[in-house]
């Protein structure tokens, strides 16, 4: 059981590069995540999709593009990657909305660097 | 809409002494209230989870965290620190809307000092 897997774990790219960060998931959950997370901050959130067909911009949008393939793949595009891009990626699932078991869960992250 | 506070955004200890990292939160909801840590180049593992059950919450490595809904907080403790507790910790707010978004705190960085 995988739970979540994002690849690649390491990139680096020139401005102006493009590039696609895919995650899957094999928890069968509806509701998938991107986050970037960056020095001295939290994880902030750049797109979400609550179910498969449907995604929606975040706290952090410009600059990338999502696609949600099917229930299970949720992939970040970088359409021309600039520095402020360079931080770690993380892509995360969450089943259920109330009850106990409303955690998240994440992948292991995906570092980028723009040069 | 929701938001998080981690008030220390660094907290020494020495080994063996108490641990109080702190955090305050705001929902339209009630809200779940989770705490993740992170260890220095790796990903967020999940230490404890307040979901509307107990506001006493008990979670891995000896950790704990009470929900308090007057004060808007949910602190972690832990009544003895170990080296290996050395590594970020995150207090999350998250929606009970379909989306399921998560609000993540700027992180606490935890050192513990021989």
């Known amino acids: 059981n995988a739970g979540v897997t994002q690849t690649p774990k390491f990139q680096v790219l020139k401005t102006g590069q493009s590039m696609t960060l895919q995650c899957a998931q094999d928890?069968?959950?509806?509701?998938m995540y991107w986050y970037r997370q960056d020095p001295g901050m939290g994880l902030r959130l750049i797109y979400y999709?609550?179910?498969?067909?449907?995604?929606d911009k975040g706290e952090v949008p410009n600059g990338y593009n999502v696609s949600r393939l099917n229930k299970r793949e949720f992939s970040l595009r970088l359409e021309s990657a600039a520095p402020s891009q360079t931080s770690v990626y993380f892509c995360a699932t969450r089943g259920f909305m109330t009850g106990p078991n409303t955690e998240a869960f994440f992948g292991q992250g995906t570092r980028l660097t723009v040069v | 809409a929701q938001s998080v506070t981690q008030l220390d955004s660094h907290v020494s200890v020495s080994e063996g002494t108490p641990v109080l990292l702190r955090c305050n939160y705001s929902?339209?909801?009630?809200?779940?209230l989770f705490w993740y840590v992170q260890h220095p180049n790796k990903g967020l593992q999940l230490l404890l989870k307040y979901t509307s059950a107990a506001t006493l919450v008990k979670g891995i490595n000896g950790f704990e965290a009470e929900f308090k809904k007057s004060e808007t907080s949910f602190h972690l403790t832990k009544p003895s620190a170990h080296m290996s507790d050395a590594a970020e910790y995150f207090c999350v707010v998250s929606e009970h809307t379909n989306a399921g978004k998560s609000t993540f705190g700027d992180g606490t960085t935890l050192t513990v000092k021989p």
């Open positions: 929902s339209s909801y009630s809200p779940s």
């Open positions: 999709s609550a179910s498969e067909g449907t995604t």
């Open positions: 928890m069968n959950h509806n509701s």
